[in-house]
Nanobody
Framework: QVQLVESGGGLVQAGGSLRLSCAAS????????MGWFRQAPGKEREFVAA????????DYADSVKARFTISRDNAKNTMYLQMDSLKPEDTAVYYC?????????????????WGQGTQVTVSS
């Protein structure tokens, strides 16, 4: 089973950009579909983006389409989330997650392994 560690969060002004990374341990990263989720204070965890195990197919929440880009480098056991045109409503703790198998799911319950999260704060 993989272990996940997120990095790259921080404080940014509205309209700015951040790139989150999710580093996975182990040699089986390429066998996992991966997802990004976020949770704002007082709100439920919500889907942000996901990728198939090979990275050939991706999906996004409507709220981040055309602003966020998910990608992965299986040779480096790392997944990324490029976040552009950030808005204050993007403020949340961002989590990466892994699900055994090829295809992703937008439901948090489908994921087996979670990182510890990284805080993203967007100021207005």
């Amino acid at each position: 089973q993989v272990q996940l560690v997120e990095s790259g969060g921080g404080l940014v002004q509205a309209g700015g950009s951040l790139r989150l990374s999710c580093a996975a341990s182990g040699r089986t990263f390429k066998r996992y579909a991966m997802g990004w989720f976020r949770q704002a204070p007082g709100k439920e965890r919500e889907f942000v983006a996901a990728s198939t195990s090979g990275g050939g197919r991706t999906d996004y929440a409507d709220s981040v389409k055309a602003r966020f880009t998910i990608s992965r480098d299986n040779a480096k056991n790392t997944m990324y989330l490029q976040m552009d045109s950030l808005k204050p409503e993007d403020t949340a703790v961002y989590y990466c997650a892994a699900a055994s198998g090829t295809y992703y799911d937008t439901r948090a319950g489908a994921y087996d392994v979670w990182g510890q999260g990284t805080q993203v704060t967007v100021s207005s």
